[in-house]
């Protein structure tokens, strides 16, 4: 079953397919010339109002990058919203590697095996704002849980 969308384009409406059964609340079209310089903006912002820096190793290249996320700690776990599907590189990078680094908050964590949640249970524990925000503005279907295998403090 694939899900169907719309997005606008020059005032009209056109009708798009996500496939397999994966729902994407943004087109991946809207990102791909502003992913670089976004990326870099966001990464400045992170330790800040949820925003972290989440470090993964590439499944084909074996480099490290580091993508911005808003991320959650929840106990012994990190709650990270898949706004762009489990289409998104890092999800599959983290997926093929199962495990990850992110810099949140004054924390650098170590980061085990993902697991994908639905959002309205991954989003149970967050702040109200970000939970709204998460379901109901970025229509975000799913979350990926990470649990949290290591904790230090970052220095500086």
């Not at 939970?131 to 229509?139: K, P, W």
């Amino acid at each position: 079953m694939e899900h169907q969308g719309s997005t606008v384009r020059g005032g009209n409406i056109r009708r798009h397919f996500v496939s397999r059964q994966v729902f994407m609340p943004f087109p991946r079209t809207l990102t791909k010339g502003l992913r670089g310089p976004m990326n870099r903006m966001m990464l400045r912002l992170a330790g800040h109002a949820a925003f972290a820096d989440l470090e993964h190793i590439g499944r084909r290249s074996g480099q490290v990058y580091h993508t911005p996320v808003r991320a959650f700690r929840v106990r012994d776990t990190v709650v990270i919203g898949l706004n762009f599907g489990r289409r998104s590189d890092w999800f599959k990078n983290v997926t093929k590697a199962g495990s990850a680094r992110v810099r949140l908050g004054r924390e650098c964590l170590d980061l085990g095996v993902p697991r994908v949640v639905p959002a309205e249970i991954g989003t149970r524990e967050i702040p109200r704002l970000f939970r709204y925000g998460l379901r109901y503005v970025a229509r975000t279907k799913e979350c990926v849980v990470l649990p949290i295998t290591m904790s230090r403090p970052l220095s500086g």
